[in-house]
């Protein structure tokens, strides 16, 4: 048996996925050249094709965001079933009812709220309107997924607290770059399972573009009048930052955390003074460190809406993700670098499961909190808040 079989195969063991049926259905291998004489081969983890477990109805209250199309993929392939739809915006209706004909309009959000079939809501409202929403859908016995940043005050985080404590409601957040990225995913299992040894620090680079070309991400046809308004959208650190404070949380497993610093500017947008388009942060947990950095300055060059990127090291090696794109290498996404003490290795993670849907599907069932953890979750939206809260915003000289 080659040394490189053995590599793989102490690869997988250790990586926790040997046997692993559940988790991925088989593994194909994927001979990747790269320069300075490193010829990997690059474990693909396939896609499993179990039908769903369960089946629960539920409604869309609130399409302000386009992220709600994504959303609506994983509460399906959980084993959703679509009934209602309530939206403000008739434009984003029209296209959202040729897309789903067989869900109910409605015309206002109290009759999604009384449906007593209906088991769990989700919105894309305009973000500061997403949590007050979310404390009436818990009063009325629903859980709730929300997109992000799920919560944009302290006073809406309080309230979202007291009622998932009165109701016993779940409160679930959207963190897409981490629930809905396959190669995050799969960073995830490694670091669980020990890939790179403890884990001391995160970095996140999370450029985003204003104006993008296609997708479900939002902003295709233009921003709509609140994106630019702080209080409606939430500010740069709160908006966009959520994501990778949560994954500051998940992959550190910090369950205290606090902002040692922060930041916002507006560098390109005079016509909208109080819009932030750069922000970053430096973060402290009780089990490890943490960077951000967010803007909205992807060039149209990249070919797609942005270069996200997620570094973690460890004591042991370290994982680099490239979220959407190998920047001047290929277009495809999901990308991940894994470098520990015997080797460099690359992984396709493009046909690796996205197990969020199944899970919190599963969650609203038997009233568990597998999928996202509960105070996690609201950690994540704390910090960004308080970020956002006391960031400085510089002015740079012209």
């Known amino acids: 048996m080659s040394d ?63 992220h709600i199309y994504g959303m609506i ?16 915006e008739p434009d984003k209706l029209a296209v959202f009812t040729k897309r789903f004909p067989n869900a109910k309009v409605v015309k206002t959000q109290e009759e999604i709220l009384e449906d007593p079939s209906i088991q769990l809501v989700l919105s894309s409202q305009i973000a500061n309107e997403r949590a007050p929403l979310g404390v009436k859908v818990m009063k009325h016995g629903k859980d709730y997924l929300s997109d992000k940043p799920g919560i944009t005050t302290l006073e809406q985080l309080t309230e979202v607290r007291k009622t998932i404590a009165s109701t016993k409601r779940i409160y679930a957040i959207m963190y ?39 997708g479900d991400a939002g902003g295709s046809g233009g921003r709509p009048d609140w994106f630019w308004v702080p209080e409606q959208y939430g500010g740069i650190l709160c908006d966009i930052g959520s994501h990778q404070v949560d994954q500051f949380l998940f992959y550190t497993g910090s369950k205290r955390a606090e902002v040692v610093e922060s930041q916002v500017a507006n560098v390109r947008h005079p016509d909208h003074p109080r819009f932030q388009d750069f922000g970053d942060m430096v973060l402290r947990g009780d089990r490890g460190f943490g960077y951000v950095r967010l803007d909205w300055f992807t060039p149209d060059g990249l070919g797609t809406w942005g270069d996200g990127r997620l570094f ?22 999901n990308n991940l670098f894994l470098v520990d ?5 690359y992984i396709d993670c493009n ?9 919190f599907v599963a969650d609203i069932m038997n009233r568990t909190h597998t ?28």
């Not at 993929?73 to 403000?88: D, K, M, T």
């Not at 981490?178 to 680079?205: C, M, P, S």
Request: aromatic share 6%; net charge neutral; hydrophobic share 40%.
């Open 4 to 66: 490189r079989s053995n590599g793989r195969r102490d690869f997988l063991r250790n990586a926790g996925l040997m046997g692993s049926a559940a988790m991925i259905g088989g593994l194909s291998p994927n001979t990747l050249a790269r320069e300075g004489g490193i010829v990997e081969d690059a474990i693909v983890p396939q896609q499993s094709e179990e039908p769903p477990e369960y089946h629960i109805k539920f409604a869309v209250c609130g399409i302000s965001h386009d």
């Open 73 to 88: 993929a994983a509460v399906q392939r959980g084993g959703g079933e679509l009934v209602s739809i309530w939206g403000q």
């Open 176 to 214: 897409s770059e981490r629930l809905e990225v396959k190669a995050a995913v799969y960073a995830g299992k490694l670091v669980q399972d020990g890939a790179i040894g403890k884990v001391i620090q995160t970095i996140n680079i999370a450029p985003h573009q204003i104006f993008q070309r296609r």
């Open 312 to 333: 973690i090291l460890g004591t042991d090696g370290y994982i680099e993700v490239r979220k959407y794109t190998d920047v001047a290498v290929k277009k495809q996404g």
């Open 341 to 345: 003490s015997k080797e460099a290795r």
């Open 351 to 359: 046909q690796m499961p996205l197990p969020f849907g199944a899970e």
């Open 371 to 398: 999928a996202q953890d509960q105070e996690q979750c609201l950690l994540a939206a704390e910090l960004v808040i308080k970020a956002q809260k006391n960031a400085k915003f510089v002015t740079l000289e012209a």
